[in-house]
């Protein structure tokens, strides 16, 4: 299921990281900086109610969805106390978990708001919609989800390590060109014949999209 579910989340846009098990997602949990985590009960070695409690008693306050086939109100209460943010029981259907997602990660709409503004660039993160000088720009998921992470840090030094940890995943390849041909092609489709140009490049460092006009 974790693997079915990573697929489904990828061909979203989302960048996803597997643990197998409670102990390896608390060690990825401690090493990663993660927008969301979602927990499945039934884990072996450490299950994920306990997962949860030792989360947040680490201080750890990133949003967590729990999925189980375990539906009772007991459960559900377990869950909650032990620090979740949502609890969906399986069986359930891939756009209620989707729908859920966004919700959690929009739940702090002034750290996470749904329309991102760059000059005249527009990135709509609840549609996916992008426009530039009121024209629509057509971008693929992997395109879009580089542009949006660029945008919600408008004016920041983005490191090549930041966006293969959140926008790619586990299985990016630290020595693939992949990123400098996005950056390359979304430049192309964001500035093309614009005069003020948005995407910049600090050689050796990484990106940063604003507008210098």
């Given at each position: 299921?974790?693997?079915?579910?990573?697929?489904?989340?990828?061909?979203?846009?989302?960048?996803?990281?597997?643990?197998?098990?409670?102990?390896?997602?608390?060690?990825?949990?401690?090493?990663?900086?993660?927008d969301l985590i979602v927990l499945d009960v039934l884990l072996p070695q450490r299950d994920g109610f306990e997962?949860?409690?030792?989360?947040?008693?680490?201080?750890?306050?990133?949003?967590?969805?729990?999925?189980?086939?375990?539906?009772?109100?007991?459960?559900?209460?377990?869950?909650?106390?032990?620090?979740?943010?949502?609890?969906?029981?399986k069986p359930f259907s891939f756009r209620e978990l989707l729908a859920r997602i966004r919700a959690l990660l929009r739940r702090d709409s002034q750290l996470r708001p749904d329309v991102l503004?760059?000059?005249?660039?527009?990135?709509?993160?609840?549609?996916?919609?992008?426009?530039?000088?009121?024209?629509?720009?057509?971008?693929?998921?992997?395109?879009?989800?580089?542009?949006?992470?660029?945008?919600?840090?408008?004016?920041?030094?983005?490191?090549?390590?930041?966006?293969?940890?959140?926008?790619?995943?586990?299985?990016?390849?630290?020595?693939?060109?992949?990123?400098?041909?996005?950056?390359?092609?979304?430049?192309?489709?964001?500035?093309?014949?614009?005069?003020?140009?948005?995407?910049?490049?600090?050689?050796?460092?990484?990106?940063?999209?604003?507008?210098?006009?």
């Open positions: 299921m974790a693997n079915v579910i990573a697929k489904g989340l990828r061909e979203q846009s989302y960048a996803v990281d597997i643990a197998q098990d409670g102990v390896a997602g608390l060690y990825q949990a401690a090493i990663n900086d993660y997962v949860c409690r030792e989360l947040r008693k680490r201080g750890n306050t990133t949003p967590v969805l729990m999925l189980t086939a375990r539906a009772s109100i007991d459960d559900r209460l377990t869950g909650f106390d032990a620090g979740a943010d949502d609890y969906l029981t503004e760059i000059g005249d660039l527009i990135v709509d993160a609840a549609s996916h919609r992008v426009s530039r000088a009121n024209h629509d720009v057509q971008l693929t998921a992997k395109e879009y989800a580089l542009l949006e992470y660029l945008a919600r840090r408008t004016g920041e030094l983005v490191s090549r390590a930041d966006i293969a940890a959140h926008v790619w995943d586990d299985t990016f390849d630290p020595f693939s060109n992949a990123i400098e041909v996005y950056i390359n092609r979304l430049r192309k489709k964001i500035d093309g014949q614009h005069k003020d140009k948005l995407l910049h490049t600090r050689r050796g460092e990484g990106y940063i999209l604003e507008s210098r006009h």
